[in-house]
């Protein structure tokens, strides 16, 4: 843990926020839809441990990660806190990786005829049985493809003592409310279900959710909302920020008109300007884009990034702010009420998805609503 004095920034993780985000989120769906929550690469940045805890804590009975490693973290901190779940890796079955999910009672998610072959012949000397079937609708990524269904089809055996739980398959284009993308999955989803005759399915995203009641089926995968990212392009949903970074201001200086700042010195004062310098950067995972693009905010004045972002530093123009309103230690925001993370990400040119993971490790770290 970075400590909090030390620290060139202080990221502090509203669980509170997060448990409204994930209570909103199954407020969309009926009864019988279970609301699992998607906690790959470290819960999009903001910490697996708190995060997962927070959520089983909130009724959160569903898991999903990428990678064996994250299963395994996950199992072993929801063990420490007496907490039951399933997970599910999305990532699927690589081959030698069958005696992981048996240990840690990992459910796979499968992806190809050539992971229900591999999981088949492990169920049936395991007794390990349970697997999602993953299909391709658009993503063309993981998943089984239409030649593949095929195969499956007219060899059903093939997943001989596997117990498939859910069918499920992602939206490519569920940010955008209007498109055409969204019903197409939606009915060859439905109908490669119907010929595989599997009945539970598993359809939907964060933005899913919000496509509407016909896209929830039995169990849906959010992430991104839970984490306080808008989930449907150009339209502000009932989420709420989770996250708030504040920046330290290490110095401040008054330069001339045509006073430079920066590697490459891309910007150039065009008055007699105060500026003072923070102690975040590239490092931290703040976008070298947001040079002379981005802002902060001290109190509720909007400050602007100039020039170029360094490893560890970026400097603000705070002309607009009397001088004793900006001195080494005041704290600027990065990230909070006035600047979202999907408004950052916008200036940045990116998703809110790579700022949340790019969350360096450099910050101290302030959880509220830890259990
Ligand atoms: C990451 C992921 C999700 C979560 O998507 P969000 O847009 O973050 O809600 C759901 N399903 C799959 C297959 C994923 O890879």
Known sequence: MIDTNRAGAILTVDLNTLAKNYAFLKGQLSGGTICAAVVKSDAYGLGLEPVAIRLADEGCNSFFVALMEEAISLRTILKQHNKEAEIYLLNGVVEGSESDFDHFDITPVLNSVAEIERWSSHAKKSGNRKGILNIDTGMSRLG??????????EKPELADGIEISYVMSHLACADDRTSAMNPGQRSLFDEYRIRLGLKKASFANSAGILLGPEYHYN??????????????????????????????????????????????????APRT???????????????????????????TTRVPVVGRVSMDLITFDVTDLPEHEVVPGTMIELIGPHYSVDKLAEDAGTIGYEILTGLGARYSRNYIGSP
């Open 144 to 153: 089984l493809d239409t030649r593949e269904l095929d195969t499956f089809a």
């Open 219 to 268: 169990l849906v995968r959010p992430g991104a909302a839970i984490y306080g990212i808008q989930p449907i392009t150009n339209e502000i949903n009932k989420i709420l920020q989770v996250i708030n970074l504040k920046g330290k201001i290490l110095q401040t200086r008054t330069v001339d008109t045509g006073g430079t700042v920066g590697y490459g010195a891309t910007y150039q």
């Open 273 to 299: 300007s105060r500026l003072a310098t923070a102690a975040v950067g590239y490092g931290d995972g703040y976008f070298r884009t947001l040079g002379n693009r981005g802002f902060g905010y001290i109190g």
